[in-house]
């Protein structure tokens, strides 16, 4: 069994959760625990008393503990990928490559720890000048999603302690596995007791704890909409409002111009729209082609989905992994139903697939003849599941391409500066890319995106900072 981390000590649980390997439902990747309220209010006293002597540890020490966890992670990277592959069923190289990313992610937040900022200015006052410094904001409630169960946590945990903060963690139900074997390098890479804490459990309960609880400062979520909303409400209702940075769901659009390189094009699609199971927050899950290059587009992007396996999620010839869970492969069925329902046509997959061993798999499916107001071409699927929609001209992209509620990533496939350059100012969206998939971001740059899919500063690289630390102006007169 693997326990809370509160204070410092492995917790006895009341109660306990399986996770289930979507590659094979009748494996159990392991047994964890399963917190209740009462954990998570002593995960945030604990967090709450540590929080002075943290605060003014010196940032070596901060920087010594997080390169640890870091190479840590790095030289386990193998093991803990197909842990992570194993219950949330990414491919093993997905999985992989996820460690990795958390290991660097934590590697570049150590030597943040090292970056002291701060800056002195003449007051306006004769004899009067200032200081403008940074602090730690306090107590950081870190809520996650089960999409990259080790990557999302360590961009959040990672800058909230360099800076200073104490932490109380709740990993998405459906991922323990990846969160406790994070929680646990960071522990022994040399934390003071109660500076991470860890609940794992339902999200109404343990989530709903750290939004409403006024000795928690600020809310680090990563998640849908709908959660987003309610935690939202949570944090400002209380007797004292929470700083929040809400990072929630996409419908990203991919624009693919007459002028654009098919290979391309056919791969920023592709890969933006299918791997990882199209479950990631910045998959392209709407094409919008242009006529000149649309039925080419479709050819190559059937032939090439021709190719892609789908199957068990660590056997080396599987491109694309199971979906995440049963709910999840409803939900996915239920819209290639709807979109069939709404007059789409289904180009190629959609069919759920029998394997060698019980699990939730998924052909990718995709939709032509979509037209911009079905629900298949607003909604967030989070599967397999795109659509294409086709456009006069660029203008009519760009317009069907911002006509949504959601921005956080949004692409263009085309060899011209001007559209390219265009689209970079005026898609309404966090990230813009040009000739590469929607998905796939490097760590050391400001993630998030714009209208319903964000609220608050950006996360990752050195923008994080804005979001876990308070800025202090100090005058003196002489
Ligand atoms: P979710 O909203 O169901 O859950 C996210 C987390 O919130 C989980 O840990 C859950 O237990 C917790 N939670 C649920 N109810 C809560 C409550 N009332 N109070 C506090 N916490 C609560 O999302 P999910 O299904 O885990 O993840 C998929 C969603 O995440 C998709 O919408 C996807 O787009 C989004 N996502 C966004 C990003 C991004 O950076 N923008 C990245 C990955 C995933």
Known sequence: MHRNLIGGEWCEPADAIRNINPSDTRETVGLYARGDAADAQRAVEAARAAF???????????????ARAAQELLARKEELGRLLSSEEGKTLPEGIGEVARAANVLAFMAGEALRIRGDRLPGLQPGSDAEVTREPLGVVGVIAPWNFPIAIPAWKIAPALAYGNTVVFKPAELVPASAWALVDILHRAGLPDGVLNLVMGSGSQIGGVLCSHPQVDAISFTGSVPTGRRIAADCVGGPRMKRMQLEMGGKNPLIVLDDADLDVAVECAVQGAFFSTGQRCTASSRFIVTD???????????????????????RADTHIGPVVDRKQLDTDLSYIDIGKQEGARLAWGGEVLERDTPGFYLQPALFVDVGPSMRIAREEIFGPVASVTRARDFDEALHIANDTEFGLAAGICTTSLRHASRFKRQAQAGIVKVNQATSGLDYHLPFGGSKASSYGPREQGQYAVDFYTVVKTAYTSA
């Open 292 to 314: 000149g290059i649309h039925d080419r587009f479709v050819r190559a992007v059937v032939q090439r989905l021709e190719a892609v396996s789908v199957g068990h999620a660590l």
């Open 52 to 66: 002075p002597a943290w605060a003014d540890s010196s940032p070596q020490l901060r920087h010594d503990i997080l």
